[in-house]
């Protein structure tokens, strides 16, 4: 468990990155005035229970003309309180979607950048459903702090404020027992401050489980939503395979930790509401109570009782601003602690492409892809491939070889700069554009001419220019459909899906394309087609490809191939193709 000094160490890196960024001033306004508007409305309290006096004495008194001047003034105080609450309802949530817009780039940034998320995932992935924690934690972050902090606020003031009225009418109204008067200074404050206290102190011992029961739910309900997604994605598998009941069988074991956790809350809850409910009816009737025996005495009229009592609710509500923000406070630590998880994720993803030893990426004068002393490892440290020296030149055509586990394609995420594990340099000529195709190649859902277009914008391409590269790819009945929108990868066969991933290494004509079995899906007939066509439209491009047919031979100048070595597989050149 967390000290409280650590927790609000973690809020103030959450949260005050916003107040110093290029959107700090109209943040700061609008919480300006959140903050201005919540002290106004604390005013309009006090003014109500001056009110409070007033006209209850004029009820005692049975007096007309005053009964009906106060209601005037009390109709002015509400209709400015009604004012006030609007206005900073709305401008809480303008504030909250300033805040969560720029959070959301940044998180995105943080998480996207550099090939940070897919490190986070070879490292195990400490923060579970990223999508989850950026989402839904950040919105949650930013409602409850500002819920909250307001609240707090709040109390503070109200405390301030009605502490000095409850500890004067302490003087009009003294205490009185069995019908003896004791004179204890401020004895109202003291009892609503020791009623506070104990108050708060049950509720934390009654509702402490909640912060980490609400933490697994969080987890939980995301976890049960990726799969859910897992198996929409992977419909087609699913029915070919008859994996309806085993896949209805996982979904309902992933909801069983939901249900399971929720019970935990339900009956954590249940004991809270009892404590929390019973606290706040108790609170109705005891200042009452308290102060009932002296206006019997006849020491305060029906009017100072009645201020008596509503001062004495304002100071111990302000004073168990914990008891009745309990459930929220849970929610917020937990969405704290899953912010912080995945804040220090990130970090050590980042840390990996960093951190000696790794795999450095020289983006520089080299006049070619080259490497030095390259040795890969997995993410555990395990050595895995020995590449050593390799270079690839303009117009390359290179097949790599080896058994399925031998690393060819961490060889080729290396080469890409997403694969930090490991030791030695990779040379990357300044400027050159390199393409990776994996074979099973990603589209965004969107137009298909934006889809083949893919990481340029969609604009960057003449249309025409990507319906002829879609045809040439063999897809001549897609190239009718570019400004369609679909889910693409869903939509299509994964050979129809390699020959778009072609479709856009043509469009984009990078300098050096890397093949990770982005054919395999294709016969022999239409792939030995399609190495032609990238031999004929990219004469000047290196072709580096890893396959394991036989008849990819003849498209290639040069093979390399994986062999085992001892504990490693060890990269060597075995030879021209012809």
């Known amino acids: 468990m967390r000290t409280t000094p650590s927790i609000f160490a973690t809020l103030w890196r959450l949260a005050s990155p916003y107040f110093y960024s290029d959107d700090r001033w109209p943040g700061r306004v609008l919480l300006a005035a959140v903050i201005a508007i919540e002290l106004s409305i604390v005013g309009i309290n006090v003014l109500i229970n001056q009110w409070n006096n007033r006209f209850y004495n004029a009820l005692q008194d049975r007096n007309w003309d005053l009964f009906v001047h106060e209601l005037w003034i009390f109709c002015g ?49 400490a923060a579970d459903n990223p999508d989850q924690r950026i989402a839904d934690d950040i919105r949650l972050f930013i409602e409850l702090t500002l819920t909250l902090g307001v609240g707090l606020l709040s109390s503070i003031v109200t405390l301030g404020s009605f502490a000095t009225i409850l500890w004067t009418l302490s003087a009009a109204a003294p205490l009185h027992v069995f019908g003896v008067p004791y004179d204890i200074p ?28 609400n933490f697994q739910q969080q987890r939980y309900e995301a976890d049960f939503r990726f799969n859910l997604v897992r198996a929409r994605e992977n419909s087609e598998q ?39 409910a019973g606290y706040g009816q108790i609170s109705l009737i005891f200042p009452l109570v308290v102060v009932s025996p002296a206006y019997f005495a006849g020491k305060i009229a029906l009017g ?24 929220q406070l849970a929610q917020w630590r937990a969405v704290i602690d899953r912010l912080d998880g995945f804040n220090r994720a990130v970090t050590a993803a980042r840390d990996a492409a960093t951190t000696p030893p790794r795999v450095e990426i020289d983006a520089g004068d080299a006049p070619e892809i080259a490497t030095d002393d390259l040795a890969l490892r997995l993410p555990q440290g395990t050595p895995l491939v020995s590449a050593g020296d390799i270079a690839f030149k303009a117009g390359d055509r290179v097949l790599v070889t080896g058994p399925s ?69 063999g897809l001549p009945g897609l190239a009718e459909r570019i400004d369609e929108e679909a889910h693409w990868n869903r939509m299509l066969s994964l050979g129809e899906q390699q020959r778009l991933g072609l479709a856009r290494a043509l469009l984009h004509r990078p300098d050096y394309l890397f093949l990770d079995e982005a054919t395999a899906s294709l016969d022999e007939t239409s792939e030995a087609n399609l190495y032609r066509l990238l031999k004929e439209r990219l004469p000047g491009t290196a072709l580096v490809s890893i396959g394991h047919r036989s008849t990819l031979g003849e498209f290639h100048d040069r093979r390399l191939t994986l062999a085992r070595d001892g504990a490693v597989f060890a990269l060597a050149e075995t030879g021209a193709q012809r």
Not at 90 to 105: D, E, G, K, S, V
Not at 188 to 207: E, K, N, S
Not at 304 to 327: D, K
């Open 238 to 276: 699913i029915a070919l395979l008859d994996g309806e009941p085993a896949e209805t069988a996982r979904l309902l074991e992933r909801f069983g930790h939901v249900v399971r956790n929720w019970h935990g809350i339900m009956i954590r809850q249940k004991k809270l509401t009892f404590l929390t």
């Open 405 to 473: 586990g031998s690393g060819k394609s961490t060889l080729f995420r290396a080469l890409a700069g997403i694969w930090p594990f490991g030791s030695g340099q990779v040379h990357v000529p300044k400027g050159a554009t390199v393409m990776m195709l994996p074979q099973r190649p990603y589209f965004p859902i969107g137009p298909l001419a934006a889809a083949v277009a893919y990481p340029a914008a969609p604009e960057t391409y003449d249309k025409a220019a990507v319906a002829e590269a879609i045809s040439a790819a």
């Open 304 to 327: 100072g009782m009645m201020q008596t009592a509503s001062a004495f609710n304002s100071v111990q509500g302000a004073l168990s601003f914990f008891v009745t923000a309990y459930p």
């Open 77 to 125: 105080l509400a209709a400015a309180f009604i004012v006030l609450a609007v206005y900073q309802l709305y401008l809480n949530q303008w504030l909250q979607i300033r805040w969560r817009r720029w959070m959301t780039a940044r998180y995105l940034d943080h998480w996207l950048a550099g090939a940070n998320h897919y490190r986070m995932q070879l490292l195990g992935d």
């Open 186 to 213: 401020g004895y109202l404050f003291w009892i609503a401050l020791v009623y506070a206290i104990v108050g708060t102190a049950l509720t934390h011992l009654v509702g402490r489980p909640l912060i980490p029961l």
